[in-house]
């Protein structure tokens, strides 16, 4: 026993170590980006300056689009080590990790093999959306950690009799901490997953028990303190933002129209796992044939409850979003893992080389597809020396992993598979400068402010507000003309100039407005200039941003 507890800590050991490389290392390269990750990184910081730990604010006023624990771990890495890149997206890259040791720990409860709880580690680690949302400041890395802790908690009390107690009582603390993290669905998500697996198993009672009411009572006091004080302190302020409009109006009008189709989640299901999306269809193959044929291993059914209810949940809301149901990619992880490692130990199995070698086509698409893009989008690159040593490099790569293929050396090909993504992240990662003015506000911000002598409020296009505010601790106001103008799906307590009239009277009333646009506001202001009132002087370009001086005519 002890020899096998030191060989997992090995294992484990060997899992970190992989995923800071997958999943942490070159977080401070690329400036943080709007608007989503300033928003995250601005709340705490002004959560800071108001000296609070408990509410937090937003261009100087409470703002409750999310709950508070990730503000709150955001809060204690800035203490820690200052504002940085890295330091704020340091807890979602924790959390991931932890994502990955609760996946193996889960295979191994649900599989008891060692190489197939380790497979599915590495497929989770390795796959597209998660190494993304890992290097993401969202609450949604965290969130999801937390939905597959209070779950491999549960299975863990289930499949082992005598730790029942402490499998529930995890299960309740983790739900808990998924609703200080996004709000209710930390609950719901949970418990709808093993209400369905239990009803399935006919095995409802297995909840009624002394350990699921001591979990439920720590569950509320750990969960409900924040809500009520919350209420208390704001009252319907809070309820009409938290409850009614980023829960329920979301659920029936959706944020971001486009995203609005029944495809999205399942292609997202499919892709967002590459480079495993192929392994994935023969996946949920094997899953429901194991289903089908009632295999005596509970995992299966548990598994496939869990991508239904965290599919069906978040597919009848009209607001969705492909990080929406990143809770659910362990699971599939964790079947895909299951299907690659049962196709290793099956000698008759010719499903793993078909589906390595599609993979591995695939693949060659992109250093051909990153050639086209060289000479097509050629202004973009300042140079193509790295570029083309990148393409060469690769290609020496996918040369080996074809050779072990042919070689049938199959285990060596999957780790060749599972290396893509990070290689093209880390050259990414030293081409960062040429993209950073795309995504982020850092550099236009820099130049404003060391160039002019900025004391007043800076104008915004609405995409870049956020940033404009973190990047600069300036008041900024927000221009947004034209007929599909349209405010914030949480409105900001900032001037909002959504028509002409708005903005030249808002223009007229400075000695100076600097400002940061996007082109479509910048025509904008040429065209109010062209109609008189106002003088329009464009002072820079940097990537898409526009960086301009208003005066009153």
């Not at 199959?410 to 030293?430: A, G, H, K, T």
Request: glycine share 4%; net charge positive; proline share 5%.
């Amino acid at each position: 026993m002890n020899m096998e507890k030191a060989s997992n800590f090995k294992v484990i050991l060997a899992l970190i170590f992989l995923s800071l490389i997958f999943l942490m290392f070159g977080n401070g390269a690329i400036n943080l980006t709007h608007p989503d990750e300033v928003f995250y990184a601005q709340t705490a910081k002004e959560m800071k300056q108001q000296e609070t730990w408990l509410v937090p604010y937003l261009f100087g006023h409470p703002q409750f689009e999310k709950p508070i624990f990730t503000f709150w771990l955001l809060r204690i890495g800035f203490a820690w080590f200052g504002v940085s890149n890295f330091t704020a997206r340091f807890f979602p890259a924790v959390f991931a990790i932890l994502g990955i040791i609760a996946v193996y720990s889960l295979g191994l409860s649900g599989y008891k093999d060692k190489r197939k709880a380790f497979l599915c580690a590495l497929v989770l680690m390795s796959s597209g959306l998660y190494i993304g949302l890992a290097r993401t400041v969202f609450t949604d890395m965290i969130f999801s950690v937390f939905i597959l802790l209070s779950l491999a908690s549960f299975f863990w009390g289930y499949v082992n009799t005598k730790r029942k107690s402490g499998g529930i009582i995890l299960f309740f603390v983790f739900s808990a901490l998924a609703v200080l993290t996004k709000g209710p669905l930390g609950f719901l998500l949970p418990v709808l997953i093993i209400i369905l697996f239990l009803a399935i198993k006919k095995e409802l009672n297995f909840l009624l028990c002394k350990p699921s009411l001591l979990g439920l009572a720590v569950f509320l006091l750990l969960a409900l303190p924040w809500y009520v004080l919350m209420i208390n302190k704001f009252g319907k302020s809070f309820i009409q933002e938290f409850f009614y409009n980023d829960h329920i109006r979301r659920f029936f009008k959706a944020e971001h129209p486009k995203a609005d189709t029944w495809y999205l989640y399942p292609l997202s299901m499919i892709g967002c796992m590459f480079p495993w999306s192929i392994f994935v269809a023969g996946a949920f193959i094997y899953l429901f044939k194991e289903i089908k044929r009632n295999s005596a291993n509970p995992v299966y059914l548990f598994l496939a409850s869990w991508i239904f209810v965290i599919l069906a949940v978040f597919q009848i809301a009209h607001s969705k979003l492909v990080s929406y149901i990143l809770p659910l990619f362990p699971a599939l992880a964790l079947a895909t893992g299951d299907f690659i490692s049962t196709a290793l130990v099956s000698r008759r199995h010719r499903t793993l080389p078909m589906v390595l070698a599609i993979s591995w086509f695939v693949l060659l698409m992109f250093p051909i597809g990153l050639i086209v893009s060289v000479t097509k989008y050629s202004k973009y690159v300042p140079s193509k020396i790295p570029v083309y040593g990148f393409i060469i490099f690769y290609s020496v790569v996918l040369a080996a992993m074809l050779f072990f293929l042919i070689r049938r050396k199959f285990m060596i090909s999957i780790y060749f598979l599972s290396f893509q993504l990070p290689l093209v992240l880390f050259f990414v990662f030293s081409q960062h400068q040429s993209f950073d003015p795309y995504v982020s506000n850092k550099n236009a911000c820099e130049y404003l402010l060391s160039s002019h002598n900025v004391e007043d409020i800076i104008l915004c296009s609405k995409p870049f507000v956020r940033g404009v505010r973190f990047y600069t601790d300036k008041e900024v106001a927000v221009v947004n003309l034209g007929r599909l103008a349209a405010n914030f799906f949480s409105p900001h307590p900032l001037p909002y100039l959504d028509t002409d009239e708005n903005a030249l009277d808002f223009l007229k009333k400075r000695p100076v407005t600097y400002c940061i646009l996007t082109k479509t506001s910048f025509k904008d202001m040429q065209r109010l200039a062209r109609d008189g009132g106002v003088k329009v002087e464009l002072l820079k370009i940097i990537g898409d941003e526009y960086i301009v001086k208003i005066l009153p005519s």
